[in-house]
Nanobody
């Protein structure tokens, strides 16, 4: 089963940018749909963005559309989340997730494998 490791989180001022990376362990990485989710303190895990196996289609929550960009490089077994114009309400632990059937979904329960998460803190 694929293993996922996120990196790239940190502390940034409002209006700044961060790029999150998620490294996958398997050569079959390209068979997984991939997603990013976030969990703010005291709140449920929420969908942020998702990408199809080939990377040809992307999906975003309304709260990040136009500011965040998800991408993947199947040659490197990597998925990325470029976050621009960050706001304090973007503060959360961000997790990448893999969906083994290859179907993109916004539902956390449909994803089979999760990374440990990386903290993003946006100061005002």
């Amino acid at each position: 089963q694929v293993q996922l490791v996120e990196s790239g989180g940190g502390l940034v001022q409002a209006g700044g940018s961060l790029r999150l990376s998620c490294a996958a362990s398997e050569r079959t990485f390209s068979s997984y749909a991939m997603g990013w989710f976030r969990r703010a303190p005291g709140k449920e895990r929420k969908f942020v963005a998702a990408i199809t196996r080939s990377g040809s289609r992307t999906y975003y929550s309304d709260s990040v559309k136009g500011r965040f960009t998800i991408s993947r490089d199947n040659t490197k077994n990597m998925v990325y989340l470029q976050m621009n114009s960050l706001k304090p309400e973007d503060t959360a632990v961000y997790h990448c997730a893999a969906e083994s059937s290859g179907l993109v979904t916004t539902t956390p329960g449909e994803y089979d494998v999760w990374g440990q998460g990386t903290q993003v803190t946006v100061s005002s």
